[in-house]
């Protein structure tokens, strides 16, 4: 069963830009967020960004102004822009949607790589 499905993840030089997709079935009613983390070797998951369904949007200190996380309704689609990118970035993110208030739902994650 697959739900939400991550894309857009690759290597980037620092300084990049890459742009993270995340697909969310349709079959997932009552978003009432959607969101990315990210967990980096050795480190927790962290969250990174997370919008609302009235589109208010949170980011992490480590990324602000730097990453733009977006949603588009008719699509099921969120996005995580991500400029500047430095190898601290480098993860595997997560794409995560809470539903209503007691629904998880996570994806299969990207990996992103920052390196020259």
């Known amino acids: 069963q697959v739900q939400l499905v991550e894309s857009g993840g690759g290597l980037v030089q620092p300084g990049g830009s890459l742009r993270l997709s995340c697909d969310v079935s349709?079959?997932?009613?009552?978003?009432?967020?959607m969101g990315w983390y990210r967990q980096a070797p050795g480190k927790q998951r962290e969250l990174v960004a997370r919008?609302?369904?009235?589109?208010?949007?949170n980011y992490a200190d480590s990324v602000k102004d730097r990453f733009t996380i977006s949603r588009d309704n008719a699509k099921n689609t969120v996005y995580l822009q991500m400029n500047s990118l430095r190898p601290e970035d480098t993860a595997v993110y997560y794409c995560?949607?809470?539903?209503?208030?007691?629904?998880?739902?996570w994806g299969q994650g990207t990996q992103v790589t920052v390196s020259s």
């Open positions: 349709r079959s997932i009613f009552r978003i009432t967020f």
């Open positions: 995560y949607v809470l539903s209503g208030w007691s629904d998880n739902y």
């Open positions: 919008i609302s369904s009235g589109g208010s949007a």
